[in-house]
T-cell receptor, first 112, second 113 residues
Framework: AQSVTQLGSHVSVSEGALVLLRCNYS??????LFWYVQYPNQGLQLLLK??????LVKGINGFEAEFKKSETSFHLTKPSAHMSDAAEYFC??????????FGAGTRLTVKP | NAGVTQTPKFRVLKTGQSMTLLCAQD?????MYWYRQDPGMGLRLIHY???????AKGEVPDGYNVSRLKKQNFLLGLESAAPSQTSVYFC????????????FGPGTRLTVT
């Protein structure tokens, strides 16, 4: 079955600094990959998704992620962190069936 | 357009009690899902439905039952609650399988004492 590993349960950056959240996946077929964001006391919202159309995927709020098959990675980046980016971020993988597997999550803290 | 709504938002149960969580969506989605979220474990799929009258087991189905009598509603039941079922429960819906995205409700925080 497919699986996702998110490296780093907590990441802290300064406002204006680069955000890098790491995600590695395991899949027996070409996967669909997703990044979701969860703000405190809310449900998850889609940031972006990879569907094999392009390896560099742009999402909302200035985030983007690059699919690297050779590294089985789908890391999330943002050039300049904003205070409003503080949240928990989840990477997820699906092989096109009904089972989407989520990573354990990375909590992003942004320091002023 | 409310999206995905869940009731209740909070609930405290004693061990052995039963309850039902209600999920409703107004996007005419065929697929609906129930997840539980636990610290350090991400979201895990409990049960899902691919249409009215259908249900299927996910990754962690034991101790839960579900029903999808109407397309817009998906109910999650706990027949005899256990402390291990203390968690935050999320409902989601989607138009179809991946790559269609899932839309999530705000969650229900359940504590079993």
């Amino acid at each position: 079955a497919q699986s996702v590993t998110q490296l780093g349960s907590h990441v802290s950056v300064s406002e204006g600094a680069l955000v890098l959240l790491r995600c590695n996946y395991s899949s027996s077929v070409p996967p669909y990959l997703f990044w979701y964001v969860q703000y405190p006391n809310q449900g998850l919202q889609l940031l972006l998704k990879y569907t094999s159309a392009a390896t560099l995927v742009k999402g909302i709020n200035g985030f983007e992620a690059e699919f690297k098959k050779s590294e089985t990675s789908f890391h999330l980046t943002k050039p300049s962190a904003h205070m409003s980016d503080a949240a928990e971020y989840f990477c997820a993988v699906s092989e096109g069936d009904n089972d989407m597997r989520f990573g354990a999550g990375t909590r992003l803290t942004v320091k002023p | 357009n409310a999206g995905v709504t869940q009731t209740p938002k909070f609930r405290v149960l004693k061990t052995g009690q039963s309850m039902t969580l209600l999920c409703a969506q107004d996007m005419n989605h065929e697929y609906m899902y129930w997840y539980r979220q636990d610290p350090g474990m991400g979201l895990r799929l409990i049960h899902y439905s691919v249409g009215e009258g259908t249900t299927a087991k996910g990754e962690v189905p034991d101790g839960y039952n579900v029903s999808r009598l109407k397309k817009q509603n998906f109910l999650l039941g706990l027949e005899s609650a256990a402390p291990s079922q203390t968690s935050v429960y999320f409902c989601a819906s989607s138009y179809g399988r991946a790559p269609y995205e899932q839309y999530f409700g705000p969650g229900t925080r359940l504590t079993v004492t």
